[in-house]
């Protein structure tokens, strides 16, 4: 058999493609980046823009940071001091009682509430009060308890009425909470504990 010149051209043709398309396929899997420069330049034109982008809120980030920053002060200067649930407990006891005497208020009974514990280690603490007083009387007190310089919260207010002999005499019981920080357990005391 016999090839003609046309064919041997065709063949030659070919084999000069197979060649070129097997040697493309061989350099583009051992040399990384070649067939990947025109993505890779893009990708990296993005990565870049977004990381200006980022830097240029820097001062936007800075600055909302130090607000967060201020109003955590201000709110954690408005928690009672100390960090035992028991101590702040009795001290708010005795705050609400010196509160009491100031107003005029007769404190016939103080209970100490069990603590709740809140978000972020803060801890509720709270003392229920039962008092014998007039409304004036009362309003002075709630009035002291409100503009306190610590954050108090009166969490229930019940009144009571008799009468006794042509007279009403009020008996309020009510709670009041404040709000201490507690630190947060290490990990080693929690996995020792």
Known sequence: MEVSAREKKFLIGGGIVLVLIVGYYVVSTYVPGITNTGNSVEIRR????????????????????????????????????????????????????????????EVVRRTIQREQKLQGGVVKVSVNIETNCQPDQLVQFLTAVQNYEKRLIVDELMINAFRIQRRYETRPSLTVSGYILVPEPKADAKKSG
């Open 46 to 105: 993005r990565t870049l823009l977004q990381q200006r982008e980022i830097v240029g809120e820097e001062a936007l980030h800075r600055s909302r940071a130090e607000q967060y920053r201020q109003r955590l002060q201000q709110t954690t200067s408005l928690l009672l001091p100390g960090d035992n649930p028991s101590i702040a407990g009795a001290e708010l006891q005795k705050l609400l009682k010196d509160m009491a005497d100031q107003s005029g208020v």
